[in-house]
């Protein structure tokens, strides 16, 4: 795939998007063409450049038994959101995903209103085993995008199992001054999100928190991960509206945070000790106290005594 590939692989029949030759200039093309060809184990490649859709790009298939890699070759892929013309307040994505069994690497997505990639499972049909690694998201939320809605997170998944969030960078991820909604995250897994591994990546200059789960998104793994002036309320998050379940076993171990938060606020490091604190543990409906989990039965997120505060930024 390539930004000046064909509009149409119909002329190129057996061909199209086997070369960089005969490349197809859109990841729905080319899912079309691998559907035809019924394979089981496919990779789309996309070629150095920036790919200016109209619309998010609908990942909906992946070969029944199989998987779809979609990977950026070379030095950057850049899916950019600048030329999207839509009115709606919560579609403005790079990337949308409905299919399981995909992996997603070596992109970046950026001028997004919503968000990076959005993973869009639904209760009847959990979208599986979705990987993301070795991505860049940057300049996302209202901040960069103008348009009705703010955003919502790099990675926005609900009714997900198995998600994979590794290696990636997510900077400059904010929402416009004023709009009241500073909450645009780097990873938000809600809605029964379950067994979720936040991996190795970095988080900087996050409006919001940088890690937030919601409405029993269980199984929650936040490790060895480096924070660096992100969060509002806390690094790492469970919230929900009080009609909403409890989000359980949350594991928070091995990260290193900045001493501040994105509005260069202190962490309130007190006699509680270490990284297991209030403003980095959770927070429910209102403010964050000891005592706000709103009747959880137990505490969503759990740390380990590996993690670190840090006063300069970790890598």
Known sequence: ?????????????????????????????????????????????????????????????SPPGGQLTIAGVGAAAVIDCSLFEDNSS??????????????????????????????????????DALNVSGNTFRRLGSKYQAGPGNGYGGVHATYTTRLRVEGNLFQNLENAAGTGVAEIHGV?????????????????????????????????????????????????????????GCSTNGIFSA????????????????????ISIVRVRLWGHDAATDANLYGCSSDPITFSGTNSYVSTRPW
């Not at 119909?10 to 691998?34: F, H, N, P, Y």
């Not at 579609?91 to 959005?118: K, L």
């Open 1 to 61: 795939m390539s930004p000046s590939g064909t509009a149409s692989a119909t002329a190129m029949g057996s061909r199209a998007g086997l070369s960089g030759d005969t490349a197809v200039s859109s990841i729905e093309e080319a899912q079309a063409i691998l559907r035809a060809r019924r394979v089981k184990d496919a990779k789309v490649l996309l070629a150095d450049g920036l790919y200016q859709p109209s619309a998010p790009i609908k990942v909906d298939w």
């Open 90 to 127: 919560n579609t403005e994505y790079g990337v949308i995903v409905s299919a399981d069994n995909v992996r997603i690497s070596g992109q970046t997505y950026q001028n997004c209103r919503n968000g990076g990639i959005r993973a869009n499972g639904t209760a009847a049909n959990p979208l």
């Open 188 to 244: 938000y897994v809600a809605n029964y999100g379950s067994n979720t591994t936040i991996y190795g990546n970095k988080f900087e200059l996050i409006s919001g928190d940088p890690v937030r789960t919601r409405n029993r998104a269980n199984n929650t793994i936040v490790d060895a991960n480096m924070f660096w002036k992100t969060g509002s309320y806390a690094i790492f998050s469970d919230w929900r509206y009080t009609t909403e």
């Open 255 to 274: 990260n290193k945070v900045g001493t501040t938060t994105y509005n260069n606020d202190s962490w309130n490091e007190d006699g509680q000790g270490s």
